[in-house]
């Protein structure tokens, strides 16, 4: 069983930055893949970012070169720095971790505007 805790969000300017943290309980979490998917208003959830146990990373074409996933087994955390923030990045943001099954946070919001 792993619990996911997200904190961090907020509202910024476009290009501002904004970090996302997360905390998980469970021993699994830290040979888990963690990640970061996002659901604007009306729109499906979409990937992020994962970053494996080992921490080999993935991000969406729409991210790269601007967000950052890392992690942090000793600690249980994941984060996900955001540089140059654009409107279109405004979702909620939710921590997932996977072993076998999905595990999801509740989510934060992040609101960029123009």
């Known amino acids: 069983q792993v619990q996911l805790v997200e904190s961090g969000g907020g509202l910024v300017q476009a290009g501002g930055s904004l970090r996302l943290s997360c905390a998980a309980s469970?021993?699994?979490?830290?040979?888990?893949?963690a990640g970061w998917y996002r659901q604007a208003p009306g729109k499906e959830r979409e990937l992020v970012a994962t970053?494996?146990?080992?921490?080999?990373?993935n991000y969406a074409d729409s991210v790269k070169g601007r967000f950052t996933i890392s992690r942090d087994n000793a600690k249980n955390t994941v984060s996900l720095q955001m540089n140059s923030l654009k409107p279109e990045d405004t979702a909620v943001y939710y921590c997932?971790?996977?072993?076998?099954?999905?595990?999801w946070g509740q989510g934060t919001q992040v609101t960029v505007s123009s």
């Open positions: 970053i494996t146990s080992v921490g080999s990373t």
């Open positions: 469970g021993s699994i979490f830290r040979i888990s893949i």
């Open positions: 997932t971790a996977k072993f076998g099954t999905n595990y």
